[in-house]
């Protein structure tokens, strides 16, 4: 099993970053995907969920209108599409997969926001 992370990065307030999480090893299509962040100091939090089919989208208050998260179950992907990031953003991004059971985690991936 296995969950790879990209597209993180040192990009300016105001910007744009696009994450991917690939998956491998067991059946994506049957799995929630969500996006966790991790800041120095402070607890892990999840800032976004996708339902195995993508019918239910949640996001944290703190990025709502500014990240959407998506999935191509064909492609056994999903990503974070960050806009308008602010420094509070930064943070290291962590893709999770759970299905009943089973939860999995990627090894994340660093995002810092600064001028």
Excluded: H
């Excluded at 969920?49 to 996001?59: E, F, L, M, Q, R």
């Excluded at 059971?101 to 090894?107: A, I, K, N």
């Amino acid at each position: 099993v296995q969950l790879v992370e990209s597209g993180g990065g040192l990009v300016q307030p105001g910007g744009s970053l696009r994450l991917s999480c690939a998956a491998s090893g067991f059946t994506f299509s049957n799995y929630a995907m969500s996006w966790y962040r991790q800041a120095p100091g402070k607890e892990r939090e999840r800032v976004a969920a996708i339902t195995s089919t993508g019918n239910k989208i949640v996001y944290a208050d703190s990025v709502k209108g500014r990240f959407t998260i998506s999935r191509d179950n064909a492609k056994n992907t999903v990503y974070l599409q960050m806009n308008s990031l602010k420094p509070e953003d930064t943070a290291v991004y962590y893709c999770n997969a759970r299905y009943q059971w089973s939860v999995y985690w990627g090894q994340g991936t660093q995002v810092t926001v600064s001028s």
